[in-house]
Nanobody, 118 residues
Framework: QVQLVESGGGLVQAGDSPRLSCAAS????????MGWFRQAPGKEREFVAT????????VYADSVKGRFTISRDNAKNTVYLQMNSLKPEDTAVYYCALAPYGGTWGYWGQGTQVTVSS
């Protein structure tokens, strides 16, 4: 069984640079693609970033490209989302997700709230 637990959210100021973490249990982390998604109030969940199991070739949504960085530490079963130059429109619940063997997003965390004040 896989469990994902996000941390690092909270109330921040515009321009701040917090880092989200997602710790995964189970044995599938190192063989899985990892991703971050977010859902703002009244909106559908949207893709933010993804990273392959090897840690290379990250992909970002256009809205965060150049500001957010996804990384992973397979030894710690943890994926990170470094968020720089935050804007109020980045306010959302951020979820990490795991895709075993790079397939579909089969596992989700409970989410962590990030609120950006102007």
């Amino acid at each position: 069984q896989v469990q994902l637990v996000e941390s690092g959210g909270g109330l921040v100021q515009a321009g701040d640079s917090p880092r989200l973490s997602c710790a995964a249990s189970g044995r599938t982390f190192s063989i899985s693609r990892m991703g971050w998604f977010r859902q703002a109030p009244g909106k559908e969940r949207e893709f933010v970033a993804t990273i392959r199991r090897s840690g290379d070739s990250p992909v970002y949504a256009d809205s965060v490209k150049g500001r957010f960085t996804i990384s992973r530490d397979n030894a710690k079963n943890t994926v990170y989302l470094q968020m720089n130059s935050l804007k109020p429109e980045d306010t959302a619940v951020y979820y990490c997700a795991l895709a075993p063997y790079g397939g579909t997003w089969g596992y989700w965390g409970q989410g962590t709230q990030v609120t950006v004040s102007s």
